[in-house]
């Protein structure tokens, strides 16, 4: 049974790395369609910021619905396939990257509302493009990597975890001072003090 639910396991991860990297490949197509946007020559303040916003929206959108559909298992046909734990089985490697470039979409689009000047938001939207696209192009990457490689970096990371708390709880035990010690010397005598040999005639 435990063989068969690793091999379930590896054929969904399989999946979802299938799911999430045609994803990544059409992120990847926007983002240069945005670049050639934004450093067009024709390219005005509205064109600029107009794409700089749609950018950052978009990928918001596109994170969080991958997201969502890899924790509900909610989407059309390959829903339970695609279903997995974030961070357990070998997962924690590709979320990372997703979490991150959500957070920093999040941060531009709002950067994005507030900004104005014309050379500031060329300047803003090529360095989210460039965080976007490496973003991305890691995730692709990861997504290459076999699932048993995955779930086996996983199992090791759990090891060195538990390794590591065990070392600190062993650190962390009270350790007697020499006082303490003689001390408890001293008790000990006092419990059991020392038998009076009987004197022979």
């Known amino acids: 049974?435990?063989?068969?639910?690793?091999?379930?396991?590896?054929?969904?991860?399989?999946?979802?790395?299938?799911?999430?990297?045609?994803?990544?490949?059409?992120?990847?197509?926007?983002?240069?369609?945005?670049?050639?946007?934004?450093?067009?020559?024709?390219?005005?303040k509205n064109t600029k910021k107009g794409s700089f916003i749609a950018h950052t929206i978009v990928s918001i959108i596109v994170f969080v619905l991958l997201i969502f559909v890899m924790k509900t298992g909610i989407f059309p046909f390959v829903g339970k396939l695609v279903k997995q734990d974030l961070f357990n089985k070998g997962f924690t490697i590709i979320s990372f990257p997703m979490f991150i470039h959500l957070a920093v979409s999040t941060t531009f689009t709002v950067i994005s509302f507030i900004e104005q000047d014309e050379s500031k938001l060329k300047n803003l939207s090529n360095i989210f493009n460039g965080i976007s696209s490496?973003?991305?192009?890691?995730?692709?990457?990861?997504?290459?990597?076999?699932?048993?490689?995955?779930?086996?970096?996983e199992d090791e990371a759990k090891k060195m975890k538990d390794k590591a708390k065990k070392m600190k709880e062993k650190a962390l035990k009270p350790v007697k001072t020499t006082e303490e010690v003689k001390e408890f010397g001293k008790r000990q005598r006092r419990r059991n003090p020392p038998k009076r040999r009987k004197k022979k005639y």
């Open 1 to 44: 049974m435990v063989g068969m639910a690793r091999k379930f396991n590896e054929i969904s991860m399989n999946a979802t790395k299938i799911f999430i990297g045609i994803f990544m490949a059409i992120h990847l197509i926007v983002n240069s369609i945005i670049a050639a946007i934004v450093n067009g020559k024709d390219s005005d």
């Open 134 to 153: 490496l973003a991305c192009l890691t995730i692709i990457i990861l997504c290459f990597v076999s699932a048993e490689t995955l779930m086996g970096m």
